[in-house]
């Protein structure tokens, strides 16, 4: 029988799941305003279910956690928070999965003012999707400030402690231990 220490973990085996050649998508969920009947949990579950179209395989989800607002107008509600890793197909692009992504916000009433960092009823964020790093209008990979902030750190940590974004040196464990 293996150690603790050298059993394979839920991540490694799901990783182990995704075919050669698909592409892990790293998504943020966030919601803190309910969509009309829903709370937010209840949304953010709504969008699992959706982004299960995305993946080869079902997503792995970490646990949904309660987190303060972050950089966000006054008085706004607490949010819910999680991470998703999708298994993509190797014909997937990361613009194509942002787009899906979007679409899937707007099905669920996510309807945008323009204030930065309003609430919402839910957020999808495209963290990071294989090795890619690109920088456009439309699409920054990795998320620009994802290896920076608790509310993507603390649930990624949960399901993939030892995960780096690329083009960091730390692991996701490491860089939450810092905050």
């Known amino acids: 029988m293996l150690s603790m220490s050298t059993q394979p973990s839920i991540t490694d085996n799901w990783l182990s799941d995704c075919p050669a050649g698909a592409n892990v998508a790293l998504v943020g969920l966030g919601a803190n305003l309910p969509a009309g009947q829903s709370e937010p949990a209840e949304t953010l579950q709504q969008a699992l279910l ?80 294989a090795d890619e790093c690109c920088h456009s209008d439309f699409l920054t990979l990795p998320h620009p400030r994802a290896h920076q902030r608790r509310f993507v750190l603390e649930p990624l940590s949960v399901i993939w402690p030892d995960y780096q974004f690329p083009g960091q040196t730390q692991s996701v464990k490491t860089l939450l231990g810092s905050l």
């Open 50 to 129: 959706q982004m299960r179209a995305l993946s080869l395989q079902d997503p792995l989800v970490s646990p949904f956690l309660v987190t303060e607002p972050d950089d966000c107008p006054p008085d706004s509600p607490k949010f819910i928070n999680a991470v998703a890793l999708l298994c993509c197909s190797s014909n997937s692009t990361p613009s194509g999965v942002l787009e899906s992504l979007l679409e899937i916000e707007a099905r669920l009433g996510r309807q945008r003012s323009g204030l930065r960092n309003e609430p919402r009823v839910v957020d999808l964020d495209l963290l990071a999707f």
